[in-house]
């Protein structure tokens, strides 16, 4: 059973700074990419942030230099360090795991998410 443990988050005023980390019980061998996504409320899940096992970076159009991802391999464990935080980065975020199975089959697998809430 895959377990993606998530911590960070929480309330910020607007301008503040959050970091939000997530650690995989999986083997750093076996990752194909770890990220972030967010659903603010009454929206649709969107991409934050993705780092692949080559450490590409993948950003949302929002983020615009605000946030940056990194990856700890020796703990299979991303984080997201988020800054200039806005009112409309309110949301659940949620911890985005993908491993690969084999060379043509991957499984994706995502943390319960964690609420950040940016007061204006």
């Known amino acids: 059973q895959v377990q993606l443990v998530e911590s960070g988050g929480g309330l910020v005023q607007a301008g503040g700074s959050l970091r939000l980390s997530c650690e995989a019980s999986v083997s750093i061998f076996n990752i194909y990419s770890m990220g972030w996504y967010r659903q603010p409320p009454g929206k649709r899940r969107e991409l934050v942030a993705q780092i692949s096992s080559s450490t590409t970076t993948t950003y949302g159009d929002f983020v615009k230099g605000r946030f940056t991802i990194s990856r700890d391999n020796a703990q299979s464990a991303v984080s997201l360090q988020m800054n200039t935080l806005k009112p409309e980065d309110t949301a659940v975020y949620y911890c985005?795991?993908?491993?690969?199975?084999?060379?043509?089959?991957?499984?994706?697998?995502w943390g319960q998410g964690t609420q950040v809430t940016v007061s204006s």
């Open positions: 985005n795991l993908i491993v690969n199975l084999s060379p043509l089959r991957r499984e994706e697998y």
